[in-house]
């Protein structure tokens, strides 16, 4: 059974940081490309940063440039978004998803399994 399972999400006040992982199983993690979204309440999913299967090419929103860090570990079958200098703004529920196709996409549609989501906070 394929499973994508997010965590890492919480409170955090502004200016601080998180690091959120996903936990990959059921497929043979570095053939498949990795994308972080998230979704505030209210509007539409976002598509953040994504990562090609052998980790050589990583996109980010302009929103998040300078900010966000997208990584993979292969040898523990997670990828990892490092958040730092949160802004209220980023306060979503983000998902983590998965393609078979080696190629980074920041296309929600190029994505065939997805994760439940971990819900970050960011406080004034």
């Known amino acids: 059974e394929v499973q994508l399972v997010e965590s890492g999400g919480g409170l955090v006040q502004t200016g601080g940081s998180l690091k959120l992982a996903c936990a990959a199983s059921g497929f043979i993690f570095n053939e498949y490309a990795i994308a972080w979204f998230r979704q505030a309440p209210g509007k539409e999913r976002q598509a953040v940063s994504c990562?090609?299967?052998?980790?050589?090419?990583?996109q980010y929103a302009d929103f998040v440039k300078g900010r966000f860090t997208i990584s993979t570990d292969n040898d523990k079958n997670t990828a990892y978004l490092q958040m730092n200098n949160l802004e209220p703004e980023d306060t979503a529920v983000y998902y983590c998803?998965?393609?078979?196709?080696?190629?980074?996409?920041?296309?929600?549609?190029?994505?065939?399994?997805w994760g439940e989501g971990t819900q970050i906070t960011v406080s004034q």
């Open positions: 998803a998965a393609k078979g196709y080696p190629g980074a996409s920041m296309r929600a549609a190029a994505y065939n399994q």
């Open positions: 990562i090609s299967s052998d980790g050589g090419i990583a």
